[in-house]
């Protein structure tokens, strides 16, 4: 456990790349599963309001955990 005054690392390259990687794998993964299901489907999630749902979502639970930052030491 790191000591209070202690200041947090930044992750380096090699932890953004596995990260990275692993994100475009869960989207190629995705794809590929959506793919496998029947046209009136495929053409429900890609034109209806599937897509724009998981869009907003995503969308905000990103902000919504960028604008909380960082906990402060000790606060978890």
Same mark, same amino acid.
């Given at each position: 456990?790191?000591?209070? =005054?202690?200041?947090?690392? +930044?992750?380096?390259?090699? +932890?953004? #790349?596995?990260?990275?990687?692993?994100?475009?794998?869960? @989207?190629?993964?995705?794809?590929?599963? %959506?793919?496998?299901?029947? %046209?009136?489907? +495929? +053409?429900?999630?890609?034109? =209806?309001?599937?897509?724009? =749902?998981?869009?907003? @979502?995503? %969308?905000?639970?990103?902000?919504?955990?960028? #604008?909380?930052?960082?906990?402060?030491? =000790?606060?978890?």
């Amino acid at each position: 456990m790191a000591e209070p =005054g202690e200041p947090r690392r +930044q992750p380096g390259w090699p +932890q953004v #790349a596995l990260v990275a990687a692993g994100v475009v794998a869960v @989207v190629i993964g995705a794809a590929l599963l %959506t793919g496998l299901l029947p %046209t009136p489907i +495929q +053409q429900a999630i890609f034109h =209806g309001p599937v897509l724009i =749902g998981v869009l907003i @979502v995503g %969308t905000a639970w990103l902000l919504w955990r960028v #604008a909380r930052g960082r906990p402060i030491d =000790g606060e978890r």
